[in-house]
């Protein structure tokens, strides 16, 4: 499965897709978590959380307690925002922030951000190739979810009812 073609199909859903492809990045956290024994703690859109998943014991190969964030685009001001948010939260406790962001990003773009990173914070950028790498080694989950989300859509088109993207967020999350 392609991560460009899910993120294609879901931008024609309007601002609703971006947040089943947030859910849908979400669940892929979880798969990477589980696998790992590592635990993973994310938050409904109706929670007033600063940050859209924790996990506390890390996750994948990032040690200790990281804060994720995804933003559907990642530009300097952008980043400089994130930063600013979160910064009291991965300062004082050797946190990481792990911002994700569906939009690809050149490794000169990287390289400029990194260079405005204050040196006592601990940021991750995960672009597409590292969803597309997760994808791949979650393939069963990513397949899965491709499959429950599209489907909900379709569902949703036949019956032309316009359900609440939150629901089904929601929906997609549990």
Known sequence: MDFSLIEEKLSSYGSGGHYLL????LQLLKAEADSQ?????YFSSTNNHLFDAFAPNGIGDIDGPVLIEIVQRLSL???????????????NINTTLLLISPSKKTDKEREFINQFLPRDLRVTLWGTEEIQLLMKKHSVVANELSEKLFSNRFRIAIENNAEDWKEQRQKLIN
Do not use: G, P, V
């Open 37 to 41: 024994n590592q635990t993973l703690e």
């Open 22 to 25: 947030e859910a849908y990045l």
């Open 77 to 91: 001001d952008r980043f400089n925002k994130e930063i600013q948010k979160h910064a009291r939260h991965i300062s």
